[in-house]
């Protein structure tokens, strides 16, 4: 089993920035490719960022490209770097694990985490 928790999230003003944190933990040596994903009240979940786990590739839903970055350490954590934010990235923001490549799908993650709050104001 994996044990995802995030952190980081909050409100912040149009523009401004926020980092979130994912600590994994438990069966972790295999796995190979966490990911973000959000949700807004009445949307669909849809695909944030993904990256593998050695952190040489990563992927970006369109939306993002240019204003989020994602990247993980050597000790099990994944960060979301999200600037220049808009009233339209406002969602609970969930991190994701799997044990192959980085994917879109968030059908393809069997671990989750709790979800962490973003609100940007205008």
């Known amino acids: 089993q994996v044990q995802l928790v995030e952190s980081g999230g909050g409100v912040v003003q149009a523009g401004g920035s926020l980092r979130l944190s994912c600590a994994a933990s438990?069966?972790?040596?295999?796995?190979?490719?966490m990911g973000w994903f959000r949700q807004a009240p009445g949307n669909e979940r849809e695909f944030v960022a993904a990256?593998?786990?050695?952190?040489?590739?990563s992927i970006y839903a369109d939306s993002n490209k240019g204003r989020f970055t994602i990247a993980r350490d050597n000790k099990n954590t994944v960060y979301l770097q999200m600037n220049s934010l808009k009233v339209e990235d406002t969602a609970v923001y969930s991190c994701?694990?799997?044990?192959?490549?980085?994917?879109?799908?968030?059908?393809?993650?069997?671990?989750w985490g709790q979800g962490t709050q973003v609100t940007v104001s205008s």
């Open positions: 994701a694990a799997r044990y192959y490549s980085p994917s879109y799908y968030h059908s393809d993650y069997p671990y």
């Open positions: 990256i593998d786990w050695i952190g040489e590739n």
């Open positions: 438990g069966r972790t040596f295999s796995l190979v490719a």
